[in-house]
């Protein structure tokens, strides 16, 4: 099992930047996939974006091609969400998520971190 911790949110305005991060402790593999996940108010959880460690697949919802960048780090654990040109849009708490590669659903999950975008 791989435990999931998220930070980096906050309160910004439209047009700002901001970049979460994603440590990962436990057994991790490098064809794992790890993900970006959110939820807004009396929203349904939706996916933002997703990589795997070795950087081989990148996968992004069309809501956020060419403004948001998701990276990782193997050697340090790390999956990165660098979010440019933020709108009110965007607010939500957003959650890191892992699963292995074979897996059809994500098994591993963070506690959320809440990014508010200001207009």
């Known amino acids: 099992q791989v435990q999931l911790a998220e930070s980096g949110g906050g309160l910004v305005q439209a047009g700002d930047s901001l970049r979460l991060s994603c440590v990962a402790s436990?057994?991790?593999?490098?064809?794992?996939?790890m993900a970006w996940f959110r939820q807004a108010p009396g929203k349904e959880r939706e996916f933002v974006a997703s990589i795997t460690w070795s950087g081989s697949s990148l996968v992004y919802a069309d809501s956020v091609k060419g403004r948001f960048t998701i990276s990782g780090d193997y050697a340090k654990a790390t999956v990165y969400l660098q979010m440019n040109s933020l709108k009110p849009e965007d607010t939500a708490v957003y959650y890191c998520a892992g699963r292995q590669r074979t897996d059809r659903f994500y098994t591993s999950w963070g506690q959320g971190t809440q990014v508010t975008v200001s207009s």
């Open positions: 436990g057994r991790t593999f490098s064809r794992d996939v």
